[in-house]
């Protein structure tokens, strides 16, 4: 089955300062990649996704970057705000399998 | 537009006992995939639902079965119920089968004593 890596666990960064967290999976027919975030007590809201057919995607301040020959893709957020502070999950194809997160704390 | 629902929000069982959780889809979706979250940990994939019927499952045994009644609405079940059951249940739903994002339920938050 697939397998997906996710680093770092956990990211502290001050404010305004720029957050990248990185996944990594192992089936290469893999071909759909979303970005979950999930703050404490509540439920993963997809923020960002991206297809194989693609190399990178942005929206406003959150963009995704995606190697399919090296078979890893990066949540970028910039202009980081207190907000952004939760648990961050990668995840691959449409029975998804996620990463094992990663904790972001924005430092004000 | 209403987004997923999921009934109950809280439920504590004992060992043994079975249990029953339900999803409705956000509307205008038609499948419908189970994940159970434990504490600290992603989402892990239990099965997917389409057409009524299972078309994905993970790696879980027998005792987690489900169903998708004609309006897009499903089921989990779980029987003989295992403290290792204790976790978030969150229903994700979608729009066909064909890597379409997935919109996750507040979930249901199943205790075991």
């Known amino acids: 089955g697939e397998n997906v890596e996710q680093h770092p666990s956990t990211l502290s960064v001050q404010e305004g300062d720029s957050a990248v967290i990185k996944c990594t999976y192992s089936?290469?027919?893999?071909?759909?990649f979303p970005w979950y975030k999930q703050e404490l007590g509540k439920r993963p809201q997809l923020i960002i996704d991206i297809r194989s057919n693609v190399g990178e995607k942005k929206d406003q301040r959150i963009a995704v970057t995606l190697n399919k020959t090296a078979k890893h893709f990066s949540l970028h957020i910039t202009e980081t705000q207190p907000e952004d502070s939760a648990v961050y999950f990668c995840a691959v194809r449409e029975k998804l399998t996620f990463g094992t997160g990663t904790r972001l704390t924005i430092i004000p | 537009d209403a987004g997923v629902t999921q009934s109950p929000t809280h439920l504590i069982k004992t060992r043994g006992q079975q249990v029953t959780l339900r999803c409705s889809p956000k509307s205008g979706h038609d499948t419908v995939s189970w994940y159970q979250q434990a504490l600290g940990q992603g989402p892990q994939f239990i099965f997917q639902?389409?057409?009524?019927?299972?078309?994905q499952r993970g790696n879980f045994p027998d005792r987690f079965s489900g169903h998708q009644f004609p309006n897009y609405s499903s089921e989990l079940n779980v029987n003989a119920l295992l403290l290792g059951d204790s976790a978030l249940y969150l229903c994700?739903?979608?729009?066909?089968?064909?890597?379409?994002?997935?919109?996750f339920g507040d979930g249901t938050r199943l205790s075991i004593l």
């Open positions: 639902y389409y057409e009524e019927e299972e078309r």
């Open positions: 994700a739903s979608s729009l066909g089968l064909s890597n379409q994002p997935q919109h």
């Open positions: 089936d290469s027919a893999s071909n759909y």
